[in-house]
């Protein structure tokens, strides 16, 4: 860098340098978490999808009251359940985060289920929010993680 002349210009204009040098963590939102899910639907017009909506609204829901503090959880909590990183990489996700269903058929669940290795989540297909709510508190809260608090 010194031979370039470039480690004289960092030192001459380090606020220019800074966020190219510098990792600074965005501050999640409960819109920017949202936004970084990739949600996988069943097929358009059927049973599943439609109770997958439902679902859907209650994970923004549960968002927006993590946000606002109003749960046990935080969106930090969230995105380290799902994917092991409580922090968006300065370069993102590879693979993208991405949220799924359980289905009572497929397999009976009252609490997500995340796989970090794929940035997947699974949510459990519960009737109304205040369960899906204390569900997810239940499970994000009493997850550990790769022996991180």
Not at 13 to 28: A, E, R, V, W
Not at 29 to 47: E, R, V, Y
Not at 89 to 106: N, R
Request: proline fraction near 7%.
């Amino acid at each position: 860098m010194k031979t370039l002349g470039i480690l004289e210009k960092i030192k001459q204009y380090p606020d220019t340098f800074f966020p190219l040098l510098c990792h600074k963590p965005i501050k999640l939102t409960a819109d920017i978490l949202d936004g970084l899910f990739h949600i996988t639907f069943s097929i358009d017009g059927s049973k599943r999808k439609f109770v997958e909506s439902r679902v859907v609204a209650f994970w923004r829901d549960y968002l927006q009251d993590t946000e606002e503090g109003n749960t046990e959880s935080s969106l930090e909590c969230i995105l380290a359940f799902a994917t092991g990183s409580s922090t968006v990489p300065p370069v993102g996700f590879c693979p993208e985060p991405s949220l799924e269903f359980l289905h009572p058929q497929d397999v009976a669940a009252k609490f997500p289920i995340a796989n970090t290795c794929v940035n997947c989540m699974r949510l459990p297909l519960l009737d109304n929010y205040e369960n899906f709510k204390t569900n997810m508190d239940f499970a994000i809260c009493n997850t550990q993680g790769f022996g991180i608090e």
